[in-house]
């Protein structure tokens, strides 16, 4: 009866889900208001509802219950009990490659992802669709002068951990990295590649140091999307605390949050302030900036590995939208950038218009020298995809 139970429960939350919030926040509403789920029932189900999304939009005509049995076999690699239960058949072959169990189940890689075309260069469209079913690492980013304490907790909590970089760990998605480390003052919790889009600022090849030739100290730095503040404490590290930050969003309880990290953080100075960027609103930074990280509101298409409803509600139109409001973002920023000044322009998108397509309408409409871009691949190293462009206003 149980697995019966997790099967009528799954398909409740998914046909319950309209997609309207991340799913993790739906789900965490769903079972505070259902009382009766313990700890390793919240698992299983959370477990098969990720497992349906990652699915895409692939078989999309068979009932909501033979797609979460499908889905379980497609994403579960060692023997399932739940599977055992609704489909042993499928249990006995569960190891099998993910290529081999797609075509058991009758469909090809491009029903999951259909948009090959619409992505940008460099992108190797089956490894990317096949990263979808499975669920992405946890990394961290040591921060400055943290490394030695850092790897004795985690060494001394004997946990297993990977150093892709000298200042980057990896771990296991289910790590309770926060009952053993201090997160924000001795690492911060960061994608791999989240923890890579600045380093055109300690890049040596680059020629400089900091983003102005005149290498002014302390460097002007306007986070113009900060979200919860993640590049702004990197670009802290990266420059060596020496930087006047002012860091922006369109919502007052992100900044109420990323206040709370960087206090942790130890970043003191700074300003803060609410804004639509997308609109010529009239709050901007009191000075022009030497360096503006532009971190654009975009599909997420790259992290979808992460958030795998985003892919099964995805609409290709929804795009353009994004675009539409990247210009405008684009559009109302760059003319608080000094001259001599670097922008960098980063998404989370794996979509050429959101891509390569900004770069070409940042070149046309402002002039800027492109420095440098680059796409940064996570589906080969469990991590999310990220697109970066570096500009300098000549």
């Given at each position: 009866?149980r697995y019966?139970?997790?099967?009528?429960?799954a398909q409740?939350?998914i046909?319950?889900n309209?997609?309207?919030?991340?799913f993790?926040?739906?789900?965490?509403?769903y079972f505070?208001?259902?009382?009766?789920y313990?700890?390793?029932d919240r698992k299983?189900?959370?477990?098969l509802?990720y497992n349906?999304?990652?699915?895409g939009?692939?078989?999309p005509?068979?009932?909501v219950?033979?797609?979460?049995?499908a889905?379980a076999?497609?994403?579960e690699?060692?023997?399932?009990?739940?599977?055992h239960f609704h489909?042993?058949?499928?249990n006995?072959?569960i190891?099998?490659?993910?290529?081999e169990?797609?075509?058991?189940l009758?469909?090809?890689?491009d029903?999951v992802?259909?948009?090959?075309?619409?992505?940008c260069a460099g992108?190797e469209?089956q490894?990317?669709?096949?990263s979808f079913?499975s669920?992405?690492?946890?990394f961290?980013?040591?921060?400055p002068?943290k490394?030695?304490i850092?790897?004795?907790?985690?060494q001394?909590?004997?946990?297993?951990?990977?150093?892709?970089h000298?200042?980057c760990m990896?771990?296991s998605?289910?790590?309770k990295?926060?009952?053993?480390?201090e997160?924000?003052?001795?690492v911060?919790?960061?994608d791999?590649?989240s923890q890579q889009v600045?380093?055109?600022?300690?890049?040596?090849?680059?020629?400089i140091q900091?983003?102005v030739?005149?290498?002014q100290?302390?460097v002007?730095v306007?986070?113009c999307?900060?979200a919860?503040g993640?590049?702004?404490?990197l670009?802290y590290d990266?420059?060596?605390?020496?930087?006047e930050?002012?860091?922006?969003?369109?919502r007052e309880?992100?900044?109420?949050?990323l206040k709370?990290?960087?206090?942790?953080?130890?970043?003191?100075?700074y300003?803060s302030?609410?804004a639509d960027l997308?609109?010529?609103a009239k709050?901007?930074?009191?000075?022009?900036?030497?360096?503006i990280?532009?971190d654009a509101p975009?599909?997420?298409?790259?992290?979808?590995s992460?958030?795998?409803?985003q892919l099964?509600?995805?609409?290709?139109k929804?795009i353009?939208v994004?675009?539409?409001?990247?210009?405008?973002i684009?559009?109302?920023v760059?003319?608080?950038?000094?001259?001599?000044?670097i922008?960098?322009y980063?998404?989370?998108?794996?979509?050429k218009?959101?891509?390569?397509g900004m770069?070409?309408?940042?070149?046309?409409?402002?002039?800027?020298q492109?420095?440098?871009?680059?796409l940064?691949?996570?589906?080969?190293?469990?991590?999310?995809s990220?697109?970066?462009?570096?500009?300098?206003k000549i």
């Open positions: 009866m019966h139970s997790y099967l009528n429960s409740k939350i046909e319950s309209w997609g309207d919030a991340p993790a926040v739906f789900l965490k509403k505070a208001s259902n009382k009766k313990g700890s390793k299983q189900i959370a477990s509802c349906f999304y990652r699915l939009k692939a078989i005509d068979i009932p219950s033979e797609k979460i049995i889905a076999f497609l994403c690699h060692s023997h399932s009990d739940f599977l489909k042993p058949e499928w006995e072959i190891s099998k490659p993910v290529a169990k797609i075509k058991i009758g469909f090809t890689i029903h992802f259909p948009w090959a075309d619409e992505l992108v469209f490894p990317y669709c096949y079913f669920q992405p690492g946890l961290l980013r040591i921060r002068g490394k030695d850092a790897v004795k907790k985690l001394d909590a004997g946990l297993k951990f990977d150093m892709p000298d200042d990896a771990l998605n289910a790590t990295v926060d009952t053993i480390l997160i924000d003052k001795e911060v919790i960061q791999h590649n600045l380093n055109f600022l300690k890049d040596p090849a680059s020629g900091y983003p030739s005149s290498i100290h302390p002007s306007w986070d999307c900060a919860s993640g590049k702004s404490i670009a990266i420059l060596n605390g020496e930087i930050l002012t860091v922006s969003d369109i309880s992100i900044l109420s949050n709370k990290r960087f206090e942790t953080a130890g970043i003191k100075n300003t302030f609410i997308s609109k010529a709050q901007r930074p009191a000075n022009k900036s030497q360096l990280i532009c975009c599909t997420g298409s790259g992290t979808w992460r958030t795998p409803e099964f509600f995805f609409k290709k929804t353009e994004y675009v539409e409001m990247q210009q405008k684009v559009s109302h760059i003319q608080h950038l000094q001259k001599g000044g922008f960098i980063i998404t989370c998108s794996v979509f218009k959101e891509n390569e770069v070409n309408f940042i070149k046309e409409k402002f002039h800027l492109l420095v440098q871009m680059e940064l691949k996570g589906y080969d190293k469990k991590a999310d990220m697109f970066t462009a570096v500009f300098k």
